[in-house]
RNA sequence: GCCGGAGUGGCGGAAUGGCAGACGCGCUAGACUCAAAAUCUGGUAUCCGUAAGGGUGUGCGGGUUCGACUCCCGCCUCCGGUACCA
């Protein structure tokens, strides 16, 4: 027989079965199958790079697959598809560079990113491909941004945003880090631009709500809230002394309100100018200007050093009736709260720094215990006197007018009866406020979807007629922006003109571009239907499949996209479009994985080229210093990126898998390590040689229908037990460690159960499929075995009549005596007791306690 | 600073109140071989001891418990996120 290769070869059975699972359409999903319990998988698509995979992509890719294909033996109708998150400005900026069309380039990733995938042998179902580039798939990203744009949560807005110039776009306040972007670390300034923005803080409330019932990771969930950023306290209004003016301010602490000394506007406050006395103006015109000026690296860079002006003009304390001064300075933020504060110095530590630095009084009205003062280290005197800054719990003091007394109750209730006092007399009230801001929802690149939008010659904006859906991206010649600082699209002369076909009216078409968020918002309710020309989705199979069961992917993405497309699903669901308010009901993140890298004493890491091996110790190649190996992120620079295709090529896609998996916990950072590869490459040939004679390529002599020992029978429903309920739980690391020690016990044995061998490649086959599919076939079957039903065990299998039971005296291990197994507790004591080894420890010593763990062990506590 | 996660042999890790180090890598001794590879068998935390055996040991310091890697309190270190949000 050709195909009967007879040691294990994984160069030649992989490409077989992957080839027979295409053919067959093995894991082809079925819609609205309400025979069998349904379960949608999800992986964070992939941006489709020219590099390729890494060893990051298939650790996710993996699990998820090991969970499908274990669901399907157990009866489940699984969805679990991929696609390509393509749009993205590597491919735009590659353009720019060399002419070539984006949709080129993307096309040729896209090959080499499905070969790759496909390689892994993933049971995906490969009919339900979507790409994000795809005209037929952004059509339903822009028909969603027009449902979005009907219901009032899209507006265009003049604002200075994060402006990249190296990248000739602006980026999200999420993309810029430290004032540089995120992509390629260019500097980014703020540029005041027209922007179509999304009003997700219409969600917060909801969005932060949603989050309580989700199974995900508390860490991730206290990301999106901390995102989110509710608080709560009192808005209220300041009077200008000799003005009709007020000044509302937002404060988290109106129980601090009589300790407020002055306050502080946002430099791009609108009262500023009204309120500036002229001799001022000249000096504030100037902070105005500088803060404007500032890039976000600047004012990230001056955060240490607190600076602002006086505008020259007083406001009273609504409940002292004091004249405080007006300041202004940067560290009040326009665009949290109403941009304006209340200070109150000796309570608040920026206020505090503000304060002292400019020589504004502090003023203490909050005693805290001497306890608390201690724990903080800060002396009370100093507290009291306004020399030190305390923002914790306390009694309030000094703060009482005429009509209400805060003094002596502690901070909560001082809240809560100033709030009231306020409200009650018409100057605050209790007010809610989110970090959360609206959605920067534009780009200034070519690559992305273009906005289905018109704005008409009398000024007007609108949406295009539906029926025009897609907007297509115009072909260009270059892809760099307009001289002018216009987005590409404006070069498109001829696609720029539009007539409304009814009204006939004349306009020019958005230039902008949306994010590459946009494509990724939504993707998992195409795969439900993704060949639909009619709608996005339909509305049975949504409701079959959604929501999404497992979701796997890095927790890279904790706020923004997991953030993002739970808004547009809320959306959605507010709007019919989807049976579900969340998306996804489970979320787990795979933990990264890490190269091998090597330091020097001082730290520094050296690329992986340029150290020497010898007698298990590492060498700079060049200054000869002794290296330590560390775990670091892999990188180009360092030369510790590893390859799937090599190792592949070198050990099979079963090892690969098995190895990820085997590596640590799924969710755990763990470091790669090439020649941990070996160990179950070498588990997956003693394997294939406990089943397959290796001299004749049939079954192993061993294997008989003979019936199996109790022995063996114990061992095969053990593994069954713990590789079942690992899998369950995503511990794959040691469902693979139950099926080495099967295979180290039973490949020793000269008799092997056929039925057992059989069992066990099932046991096998979600973690390895190709070998366990031809195992599976050389064991006399035809078919797959991808829909077998998943072995179970037999509980009285697992019985043994005696066990080993570990004596301790004190608490020490002291002898272990073979016990029945069925004895209870008093049994096992006495049992013990009259055993010699024992008897001879105990003698002479006073018996106080005895405990007895069933199965387990005997503790005897003795004086 | 704040929020989250993690610290166990030479290395990856296992054990979530009951024999710490399963399983794997590496190392090591042996078998097979003319030899090597592959494979198989044994050893491999540490200290004392020739051995039998005993002591110590899960980042550090306390505590709860018959019993703690596991639970509680207080620290330290590393990683990830976030940062003037009033």
Sequence with gaps: MSDNHTPYSPAQIEPKWQDYWRVNKTFKAIDCDYSRPKLYVLDMFPYPSGDGLHVGHPEGYTASDIWCRYKRM?????????????????????????????????????????????????????????????????????????????????????????????LGTVLANEEVINGRSEVGNYPVIRKPMRQWVLKITEYAERLLAGIDDLDWPEGTKEMQKNWIGKSTGAELFFQVQDSEEQIKVYTTRPDTLFGATYMVLAPEHPLVDKLCASERKAAIRAY???????????????NKDKTGEFIGAYAINPVNSQPIPIWISDYVLISYGSGAIMAVPAHDSRDFEFASKFGLPIKCILRPSEEDCQAAGLELADV?????????????FDSANAEISINGLPVPEAKKKISDWLE???????????KLRDWLFSRQRYWGEPFPLVHYEDGSVGLVPEDELPVLLPELEDYKPTADGEPPLARA???????????????????NTMPQWAGSCWYYLRYLDPHNDERGWDPEKEKYWMPVDLYIGGSEHAVLHLLYSRFWHMVLYDLGHVSHPEPWKRLIHQGMILGISYKDQRGVLVANDMVEHRDGKHFHKESGEELTMLPAKMSKSLKNVVNPDEIIERYGADAFRLYEMFMGPLTEVKPWNTDGVEGVYRFLHKAWRMIIDTQSGELAAEISDEAPGDEAERLLHQTIKKVSEDIESLSYNTAISQLMIYVN??????????????????????????????????????????YEPWPKYDESKLKVAEVEILVQINGKPRGRIMLPMEADKDEMISLVQKDEQIAKLLTGKNIIKSVAVPGRLVNIVVK
Aim: hydrophobic fraction near 35%; charge should be neutral; include cysteine.
């Design 288 to 302: 105005q200007e500088a803060a404007a000026a500032k890039s976000e690296l600047d004012r990230s860079e001056l």
């Design 493 to 511: 002369k001829q696609w720029l003109q539009y007539q409304h076909p009814t009204t006939g009216k004349r306009g020019l078409r958005e230039t």
């Design 74 to 166: 157990r009866g489940y109708n699984v969805l679990h598809a991929m696609g390509w998150d393509a749009f993205g400005l590597p491919a735009e900026q590659y353009a720019v560079r060399t002419g070539t069309h984006p949709a080129e380039t993307t096309a040729k990733n896209v090959d080499t990113f499905r070969r790759q995938l496909e390689s892994f042998g993933f049971s995906f179902d490969w009919d339900r491909e979507i790409n994000t580039t795809d005209p037929k798939y952004y059509k339903w990203t822009q028909w969603i941004f027009a449902k979005l744009y009907e219901k009032g949560l899209a507006y265009e807005s003049k604002q200075p945003v994060n402006w990249c110039p190296e």
């Design 424 to 434: 009650s007399k018409g100057i605050g009230k209790a007010s809610v406020n989110y």
């Design 745 to 786: 016990e039973t490949s020793r044995s000269a008799k092997r159960n056929l039925e057992h061998m059989k069992t066990f490649v099932l046991l096998l086959s979600p973690l390895a499929p190709h070998i366990a599919e031809e195992l599976w076939q050389r064991l006399g079957h035809k078919e797959t075995l991808a």
């Design 384 to 396: 009291l006197a306004g020399k030190a800054c305390w923002e914790g719990e306390g009694e309030l």
